[in-house]
């Protein structure tokens, strides 16, 4: 059984000039970019354009990648930014629209699919496209795609602490979207749990 | 009292991330406090859900779609090669076209040795497809229903007409033949269509037929969705209510 080369070593031989490594690293990371650009942009006409553009930008800056950070993280940065930058685009874009309704583009984008195997990915699906981009891309990339808090932090380029409280926060805004949680008074007699920060 | 508070320390207690003390004093409040364990439980299921989410796999065509921009980059040098949507769309046709010839071959073969349910028609209950449908030709679908909403919309219409035919399906019944039939229906119908997470829609149409050769039913909603409509589409299993697909399509208002 071949023993797949580490990162560091594709990029290596992609520096030297061996395009079919750079043809590795896309069969490496083509499903955790697809998979964090359709979770951040909700529809996979979207996510196609994430990826397409986190790729060619690879193709160029991988050809002198200093590798400060792991290609991992630097790849989950740019898709988060690339992510960003689209559903940014696409607010404008729809505030535009609203001035004219009547208006029917003949390349309506088609009907969007997703491998979902349950009723409650669905769910998850819409309620994530509910919360901010900021408590978003922090709960794609730890909870969703299992990256540790310093890896998120290094992703983002924010403090560790900030990544704390955003997954916390975003915890609490998709217990709520999901059910689970209600804006009720807790039920308790007890004296109330704080930090003691 | 900070609920909000509150629910972020018990996040951060699951994941291990308060200094020992804390650790203690928060695993000490628990057992006395039934507001902070409903809170603990909100957010284990909560995680238990994210859990449960498969990661996204891009399609064959979202694959061909990206090494097809890549080597058009790298064809161009420097330049951007993001392949344009037509190229996109005529891969889509040709995927569509591929998908008709294997939803033949399954209906063939599903015709010859499946056992069959009793369908919505034997039962009284809404209408069955002779058709087996796959991800491409369900996705065709859910476009036809969406352009005839859309015409219908533009011709301020009640509601659907018959729009371009459908690969398989006719028009559709209207929402009180719909419910006349659904009181009729099998009791594994109410169980898969309750098995759909509320979203304020209406439902538009109603069949079955197969998946990939299994027995499915094929449920389109309209649901509301912030400043715009959207049509979804559920695929479930008769025998489980497994989701066996899923699309949405968004409308103009």
């Given amino acids: 059984m071949s023993t797949e080369p580490p990162d560091a070593e594709l990029l290596r031989r992609y520096r030297l000039g061996e395009s079919h490594a750079f043809d590795e690293i896309v069969d490496r990371y083509e499903t955790r970019v697809w998979a964090v650009a359709i979770r951040m942009v909700g529809n996979a006409e979207d996510a196609r354009d994430v990826s397409q553009d986190v790729f060619i930008s690879a193709m160029r800056a991988l050809r002198n990648f200093r590798e400060e950070s792991l290609l991992s993280t630097w790849l989950h940065r740019v898709t988060v930014n690339a992510s960003l930058d689209l559903i940014r685009k696409r607010k404008r874009a729809q505030a535009r629209a609203l001035e004219d309704v009547r208006e029917q583009a003949d390349d309506e984008p088609g009907p969007e699919h997703h491998a979902v195997t349950s009723s409650r990915a669905v769910e998850v699906q819409r309620a994530l496209q509910k919360i901010s981009e900021e408590h978003r891309a922090v709960l794609v990339l730890h909870d969703l795609q299992d990256l540790d808090y310093g890896e998120v932090a290094a992703a983002l380029n924010i403090p560790l602490g900030t990544v704390k409280s955003r997954i916390h926060r975003a915890r609490a805004e998709m217990a709520k979207l999901l059910g689970h949680l209600r804006d009720a008074e807790p039920m308790t007699d007890q004296p109330p749990l704080r930090g003691t920060s | ?253």
């Avoid at chain 2, 065709?140 to 533009?154: C, K, M, P, V, Y």
């Avoid at chain 2, 389109?220 to 409509?229: E, F, M, T």
Wanted: charged share 20%; with cysteine.
């Fill in chain 2, 1 to 253: 009292m900070n609920q909000h508070t509150e629910f972020e320390l018990l996040s951060a207690f699951i994941d291990g991330e308060l200094d020992a003390n804390e650790q203690e004093r928060v695993a000490a409040h628990l057992p006395s406090c039934a507001g902070c364990r409903q809170m603990l439980e909100a957010l284990t299921s909560t995680m238990t859900d994210f859990k449960s989410v498969e990661t996204p796999q891009p399609s064959a065509q979202d694959s061909w779609a990206l090494r097809s921009a890549i080597a058009s980059a790298r064809a161009a040098g420097t330049k951007r090669g993001r392949v344009p949507r037509l190229a996109t769309a005529l891969a889509g046709v040709a995927a569509v076209l591929a998908g008709i010839t294997i939803s033949i071959t399954s209906l063939t073969n599903s015709a010859k040795d499946a056992a069959s349910p009793a369908t919505f028609a034997e039962a009284g209950g809404a209408r069955s497809e002779n058709a087996d449908y796959d991800q491409t030709s369900a996705t065709q679908l859910l476009a036809t229903r969406w352009r005839s909403f859309q015409r219908s919309t533009d011709s301020a219409g009640t509601g659907p007409k018959s729009g371009d035919p459908a690969p398989a399906a006719a028009s559709a019944p209207a929402q009180s033949d719909l419910e006349a039939s659904y009181d009729r229906s099998l009791q594994t119908l109410g169980r898969c269509q309750s098995a759909i997470p509320p979203a304020g829609g209406t439902l538009e149409d109603a069949f079955q037929a197969t998946y990939e050769g299994t027995p499915a039913y094929f449920f389109i909603l309209r649901v509301p969705a912030d400043a715009s409509q959207r049509l979804e589409l559920w695929v479930m299993s008769v025998d489980t209510c497994d989701v066996l697909f899923w699309a949405e399509q968004q409308l103009n208002r």
